[in-house]
């Protein structure tokens, strides 16, 4: 495949979030917060797990996806410290978002180093590009922040709001700032970080709550 013909469908939102339920359900059955996705990964879709010194370093990515789907490339010092697991957790679920979603694509581009993937992608059209990031981002992001626990967690929080006038009348104002408030307890949970847990709230219609 040359990059002037790469493509990537538009999916809708709504088929992609079945799409991600179906998949944690088949690979997450225990359904146990956060969703191990390192798991999901190495033993149940036994995918290799391919530490290499320096990925982010030089080439500003925590992971790849291997084109022969085999396995996914992660940044040693990332993976190896946890300190950022969080981090690794999305990108492990950003990977298998291409791989459920984008397979084809992935294959038919036969790439061996992430170099060589960087060139290749430089010459995509910048839509289909668009399309194929956001879709593996709003996979990783409804795979690991499910609707029904998030939806617990901001009643919660909202429960804890309304007991203050002066909360509820900034919520009514400032309904971001009073998410960027509350976002490091939401996202606990879930093991991601606050800009992944503000964006699911928002992007699941449960921001601002009433």
């Not at 459920?100 to 180093?113: D, G």
Request: hydrophobic share 40%.
């Amino acid at each position: 495949m040359e990059p002037q013909d790469f493509k990537c469908r538009w999916i809708e939102k709504e088929e992609l979030w079945k799409i991600t339920e179906d998949f944690r359900q088949t690979y997450w059955p225990e359904k146990d917060l956060p969703v191990n996705t390192e798991t999901i990964v190495e033993f149940r879709l036994r995918l290799d797990i391919d530490p290499k010194h320096g990925l982010f370093s030089a080439n500003d990515m925590d992971a790849y996806l291997r084109s022969d789907l085999t396995g996914i490339v992660v940044d040693h010092d990332f993976y190896m410290n946890d300190k950022f697991a969080n981090r690794m957790r999305f990108s492990f679920a950003h990977e298998l978002g291409h791989f459920v979603l984008h397979r084809e694509i992935i294959s038919a581009i036969r790439f061996e180093s992430v170099e060589e993937w960087k060139r290749f992608i430089l010459g995509v059209p910048e839509r289909d590009y668009g399309y194929f990031e956001w879709q593996a981002n709003e996979f990783a992001g409804r795979l690991l922040v499910p609707w029904v626990e998030l939806k617990k967690e901001i009643e919660k929080a909202y429960k804890a709001i309304r007991e203050s006038p002066d909360l509820i009348r900034y919520l009514e104002r400032e309904s971001d700032a009073v998410l960027s408030r509350v976002s490091p307890m939401l996202r606990k949970p879930f093991g991601v970080s606050t800009d992944v847990i503000e964006t699911r709230a928002r992007r699941e219609g449960l921001w601002p709550p009433t």
